[in-house]
């Protein structure tokens, strides 16, 4: 049952060490080096010197099986279907690697002087193009190394737009109750007042509530529309009209476009500003604290705020430069142009797919979402809370509460569970609207045999849980790590060191 055969209990370098053992083979010195070095060497103080070095001894075969035997304890999107909501977790085709690796894009300084990065620099002009197409915005930056940037930037571009406006007054920020929780942080860190608006029972925004705390002093709200529940918020022209009335702006948390792609434009939908994470919509994985990048895009009126530079392109040269000549810029958000090879990648994803595979894209991810989730409501102990005969966009979110109620399993339980059959966990407990919530997005990139196999899996587990939910309520049992205190491992002040985890779960072997 097991999708990975490492265990801690598999010896570790430190233990296949053996003194004579060798991996690699250093050619002889010559004479004239040797001297060179001893000249050097002779220069060190004595008591500088180390008089031991104690490298581990290992064959070629024993590093080579140490870091296979690493790479098969962890899960990625290359292992297995990764149905992680809301932080979309999808295939980076093989192809966006390949143009990275190049040794012109990774070799490629930013300190070289702009004549000599002309191609990097029309790489990015040219994503911005297409940015601009797909969601009709007039500019983008792509400094934001991450969507919680790109919206705190977001954030800083409203405020110095009202400072600059004389509406300095303006101090709160309106986010949903379903909003990602980096869209309160970001607001508050950018120094807004963050007021919640409620959902209705049909998981859209609650337009009576809105009108409530619109007043004056509102900056503008923060949306994502498909929103966190996976539902199109139906009334988006409406709270458009609302929020522009008193001159706030509208912010697109745009983290997860791939069920709009092709089909409808933020802009279109009335919004000001937009942040897209290329490393969740446009092929990057998302996770693991690599690289990301939240290309912050905006209308006409806003353009003047962008961080600086930006990139233009001269025509009658046909040159690419950069322009830092913008006054009323809120100023850098990251060096440089921010994460370049992200950017590529989702370049060579864009030209790869074109308009037509977009649209694909956002159908069969939309598609996905509702076939599964179809089989998925009708399972024992789950309920879909909001509009439930609704269809959900990209993703959507069951409860597991009535699960719960009768078996003592929760939503963490399944989740652990379902590492044991090789799936990756969806998302639990957000949005923090819903009880014991189960966010599932199967995405575009999975096939209907591999989604099939997740509910066949899904629906083994809930099955235990009725019939054994001990054996549910303490998995994962055939991962290289058992069940981890949560709160220790993950608060740094009481973070049981990486050592202790294996002595631990080798003691139990
Ligand atoms: C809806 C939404 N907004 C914002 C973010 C934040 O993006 P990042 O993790 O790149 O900061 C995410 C991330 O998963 C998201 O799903």
Redo the contacts with the bound molecule.
């Keep these: 049952m097991s999708y990975r055969q490492a265990k801690w209990s598999e010896p570790t370098v430190f233990e296949l060490a053996r003194h004579g053992a060798v991996g690699v083979d250093f050619p002889e010195l010559d004479e004239e080096l040797k001297q060179a070095l001893d000249e050097v060497l002779n220069e060190i103080p004595e008591q500088l010197k180390r008089r031991e070095l104690n490298f581990l001894e290992l064959s070629e075969l024993d590093v080579v099986r140490h870091y296979t035997r690493l790479s098969q304890m962890n899960f990625g999107v290359f292992s297995g279907m990764y149905p992680l909501g809301?932080?979309?977790m999808k295939y980076n085709p093989t192809i966006s690697e390949e143009v990275v690796s190049y040794e012109e894009i990774y070799n490629c300084h930013p300190l070289q002087p702009v004549e000599t990065v002309q191609g990097c620099l029309e790489i990015i002009w040219r994503l911005e193009q297409i940015l601009k197409e797909i969601t009709g915005m007039s500019r983008f930056s792509f400094q934001p190394a991450?969507?919680?940037?790109?919206?705190f930037l977001g954030c800083l571009i409203i405020r110095a737009y009202h400072k600059d406006k004389g509406l300095d007054y303006k101090n709160v920020m309106i986010v949903p109750d379903s909003?990602?929780g980096?869209?309160p942080a970001s607001a508050t860190m950018a120094g807004y007042e963050v007021k919640v608006v409620k959902s209705d029972e049909d998981g859209c925004v609650n337009i009576s509530e809105l009108e409530k705390i619109v007043d004056k002093r509102v900056a503008g709200i923060m949306l994502?529309n498909p929103n966190?529940l996976g539902l199109f918020e139906k009334n988006i022209e409406k709270i458009v009209d609302i929020i522009h009335s008193v001159d706030g702006l509208l912010y697109y948390?745009g983290?997860?476009l791939n069920a709009l792609l092709g089909k409808v434009r933020p802009a279109d939908m009335g919004f000001d500003i937009v942040?897209l994470?290329l490393?969740?919509t446009f092929s990057t994985p998302?996770g693991g604290g690599g690289p990301?990048s939240?290309p912050v895009g905006v209308i006409d009126k806003l353009v003047d705020y962008l961080p600086s530079p930006l990139i233009n392109y001269d025509e009658s040269r046909n040159f690419y430069y950069l322009d830092y000549d913008r006054p009323k810029s809120i100023g850098r958000m990251k060096m440089f142009y921010g994460n370049f090879t992200v950017l590529v990648k989702a370049y060579v994803y864009l030209l790869r797919m074109g308009g037509e595979g977009l649209r694909k894209v956002a159908e069969s991810s939309v598609l996905s979402s509702n076939y599964l989730l179809h089989k998925v409501k009708k399972l024992q102990g789950v309920t879909l809370p909001y509009a439930p005969e609704s269809y959900r966009k990209h993703e959507f979110v069951v409860s597991l509460s009535k699960l719960y109620k009768e078996t003592g399993v929760s939503a963490r339980d399944v989740a652990k569970r379902l590492l044991d059959y090789g799936f990756h966990a969806p998302t639990i407990y957000f949005p923090l609207i819903v009880d014991e919530a189960f966010m599932i997005e199967p995405t575009e990139s999975e096939s209907k045999r591999e989604i099939d196999a997740f509910y066949d899996a899904l629906s083994s587990v809930i099955n235990e849980s009725y019939k054994d939910p001990e054996k549910v309520k303490t998995a994962p049992h055939n991962t290289s790590i058992g069940r981890i205190d949560e709160v220790r491992a993950s608060h740094p002040k009481t973070m049981i060191p990486s050592w202790r985890v294996y002595v631990t779960r080798r003691e139990r072997l």
Excluded at 146 to 151: D, F
Aim: net charge negative; with cysteine; hydrophobic share 15%.
């Design positions: 809301s932080c979309t991450a969507g919680a940037q790109g919206e909003a990602h980096t869209n994502t966190t948390d983290a997860n942040h994470n490393h969740k998302h990301g939240g």
